[in-house]
């Protein structure tokens, strides 16, 4: 065969092959597209996410089952209704608290003074009010330390409620939803305000001791969480849907964060902070708050 016979060959093969791929370029071509459609699905979810924390607004309503300080608070007679001095409120209207106290270094990791949060009185006036002692409990639904003080210390804290020994006030707060790409922490906070206008104190504290019994099996979405509230009497899907305390829950998060809560569980009982560092060490330590305040 001549030089200009297998040169023409060769072109006339070079085309067919460009025309007609192979099964292996055929299949980069789809892995490809594939890798394409996947970028764009990821794309589009991050998106979203983001989208629903920004359509989240600065200000919002306050539940019958909170007081202005997004505090659900609970006593023998029940969840506490409409407590609030505030229909509404605004994160770009946070107060500040002007007192200050100086905790243990084991409740604090530092012995310096710190904030004591907004709505709880004073240690030396608190002692001599003739109220029951009040707990208050900063906790986040997704927070393993939270998890395991509520699971050791449910029992105690509902028998000294019923007994009329403490009121307890819980503060929901989302630190760990900085880095979860669900919200897990907002939304479940969200849901704890919905399931409280609706039940009984019992029904709620059952309710939340499953949210914080589930933990470990992944993030719940909010048809689970609706499904968790109906079995303690609560309808909570439009809620959780409509994003409907969210302005509230983001609030309580920084308005916490402002003033002195900077992680949790963060427990108080008339104003003084709970030492720790083990959670079985709370039944003894409120015991003593009890006692001393019985002498009174």
Same mark, same amino acid.
């Given at each position: 065969?001549?030089?200009?016979?297998?040169?023409k060959a060769r072109q006339i093969a070079a085309k067919q092959a460009r025309n007609n791929p192979t099964k292996s370029n055929r299949r980069l071509?789809? %892995?490809?597209?594939? =890798?394409? *459609?996947? *970028?764009?699905?990821?794309?589009?979810?991050? &998106?979203?996410?983001?989208?629903q924390k920004q359509d989240i607004p600065k200000a919002g309503p306050v539940p019958a089952s909170a007081n202005e300080y997004g505090g659900i608070?609970?006593?023998?007679?029940? !969840?506490?209704? @409409?407590?609030?001095?505030?229909?509404?409120?605004?994160?770009?209207?946070?107060?500040?608290?002007?007192?200050?106290?100086?905790?243990?270094?084991? =409740?604090?990791?530092?012995?310096?003074?710190?904030?004591?949060?907004?709505?709880?009185?004073? /240690?030396?006036?608190?002692? $001599? @009010?003739?109220?029951?002692?009040?707990?208050?409990?900063?906790?986040?639904?997704?927070?393993?330390?939270?998890?395991?003080?509520?699971?050791?210390?449910?029992?105690?804290?509902?028998?000294?409620?019923?007994?009329?020994? !403490?009121?307890?006030?819980?503060?929901?707060? !989302?630190?760990?939803?900085?880095?979860?790409?669900?919200?897990?922490?907002?939304?479940?906070?969200?849901? =704890?305000?919905?399931? /409280?206008?609706? &039940?009984? =104190?019992?029904?709620?504290?059952?309710?939340?001791?499953? %949210?914080?019994?589930?933990?470990?099996?992944?993030?719940? @979405?909010?048809?689970?969480? /609706?499904d968790i509230a109906a079995k303690y009497g609560a309808n909570i899907s439009s809620d959780l849907n409509d994003n409907k305390w969210r302005p509230?829950?983001?609030?309580?998060?920084?308005?916490?964060?402002?003033?002195?809560?900077?992680?949790?569980?963060?427990?108080?009982?008339?104003?003084?902070?709970?030492?720790?560092?083990?959670?079985?060490?709370?039944?003894?330590? *409120?015991?003593?708050? !009890?006692?001393?305040? $019985?002498?009174?």
């Open positions: 065969m001549s030089n200009d016979a297998r040169e071509l789809q %892995l490809g597209v594939l =890798a394409v *459609v996947l *970028v764009a699905v990821i794309i589009i979810g991050f &998106v979203f996410i983001n989208g608070v609970i006593t023998k007679d029940g !969840i506490v209704k @409409n407590a609030s001095q505030q229909d509404q409120r605004d994160a770009d209207n946070l107060g500040t608290s002007d007192t200050t106290i100086t905790p243990s270094a084991e =409740a604090s990791g530092s012995a310096s003074p710190q904030a004591l949060p907004l709505g709880l009185e004073k /240690a030396e006036e608190a002692k $001599k @009010n003739g109220k029951p002692v009040h707990v208050v409990i900063f906790q986040d639904f997704n927070c393993h330390h939270c998890r395991d003080f509520e699971q050791t210390n449910y029992e105690t804290i509902k028998k000294l409620v019923e007994d009329g020994s !403490i009121t307890v006030e819980y503060r929901n707060m !989302i630190i760990l939803d900085r880095g979860s790409p669900t919200q897990y922490s907002a939304r479940t906070a969200n849901a =704890a305000y919905a399931v /409280a206008n609706q &039940v009984s =104190a019992d029904k709620y504290l059952e309710f939340q001791k499953e %949210l914080f019994d589930r933990q470990g099996g992944g993030d719940l @979405n909010n048809q689970q969480i /609706a509230l829950v983001n609030v309580v998060n920084a308005e916490s964060l402002n003033n002195g809560v900077h992680g949790t569980p963060a427990i108080y009982a008339d104003g003084e902070q709970f030492p720790g560092p083990k959670p079985e060490d709370f039944s003894k330590w *409120v015991q003593g708050k !009890i006692d001393a305040k $019985k002498q009174q």
